[in-house]
């Protein structure tokens, strides 16, 4: 029957209920490339292609995975059974630096610094087209797409407030490789904020951008290249940088190629 329907005294409604599925995560040993780790955190540069965490119809291979077989319990436990440690998430085709928590003490610390929008985190990435401005704010809100419930949208009312500053690195024929540094943390912000300004990120199937791979299969080339914040315990600034993916390099050097031609 239709969820509007009406009910009437003496009316019978029979549910069908489903048995709960039982959540648990299955440790996974999958390389993990850990930049740095102490008795509070774990810094990770996550390849492209790694969901973070276990979800409806994605349950192995993730990056929770991989940590459960490597630290096994020693990660916090606040997220729940499917996401232990998990203090922040990038996209699944978005590669690079994350911040895990092995105690809930440093969980909670590093969950305030991110509700105040007191972390660094500075992504580079190649857009579509030939970005016009050297560097510039991008300030609106996001929230979930009004009909399509997989995507973000800068809203014209309601939302979030989400801002993200750019420069523009280098410009070809019809790419453009830039930086990006985030004040907010909303989902697919950088994502929706390209595609919005009329760049959208290059591969990048959802919002514009995936056309061309270059080479290198379909996702956005973007990656999470430096992330600073103070230590939870220690309060002292820590900063960590990655260098530029392979996946990357070999799209910028398709990018190039074909403009030679």
């Known amino acids: 029957k239709k969820a509007g329907l009406s009910l009437k ?3 019978i409604v ?31 540069d996550k390849p492209r292609g790694m969901t973070v965490h276990p979800a409806p119809g994605n349950r192995d291979r993730t990056l ?3 940590l459960m077989f490597k630290y096994k319990d020693k990660l916090s436990d606040i997220n729940g059974v499917l996401r232990p440690g998990i203090v922040h998430r990038i996209d699944k085709d978005t590669s690079g630096l994350l911040v895990v928590a092995r105690n ?3 969980h909670q610390n590093l969950a305030k610094l991110f509700k105040v929008h007191d972390i660094k ?17 991008i300030k609106t809100n ?17 939302g979030k407030e989400a801002v993200t500053r750019f420069r523009a ?17 909303r989902t697919h912000q950088i994502r929706v904020h390209m595609a919005y300004i009329g760049h959208p990120i290059a591969g990048d199937p959802v919002y514009g951008g995936g056309k061309d791979n270059l080479n290198i299969g379909p ?43």
């Open 142 to 158: 996001i929230g979930r797409h009004p009909t399509d419930r997989k995507k973000m949208a800068v809203l014209a009312s309601g």
């Open 121 to 137: 985190r500075e992504y580079i990435g190649i857009c579509k087209g030939v970005l016009p401005a050297d560097k510039g704010v």
């Open 64 to 66: 929770v995975n991989a």
């Open 9 to 11: 005294k003496g009316r």
């Open 104 to 106: 809930n003490a440093a």
């Open 219 to 261: 996702g956005q080339i973007l990656h999470a290249k430096t992330l600073g914040f103070a230590h939870p315990r220690t309060g002292k600034y820590m900063e960590f940088h990655t260098d530029m993916p392979e996946y990357f390099k070999i799209a910028l050097e398709t990018i190039k190629e074909r403009q030679k031609g």
């Open 14 to 44: 029979t549910v069908l209920m489903e048995e709960p599925e039982l959540l648990t995560v299955e440790p996974q040993d999958i390389p993990v490339n850990v930049v740095y780790e102490d008795e509070d955190i774990i810094i990770v």
């Open 169 to 185: 690195v280098e410009r070809f024929d019809s790419f453009t490789v830039f930086e990006a540094e985030l004040e907010t943390g």
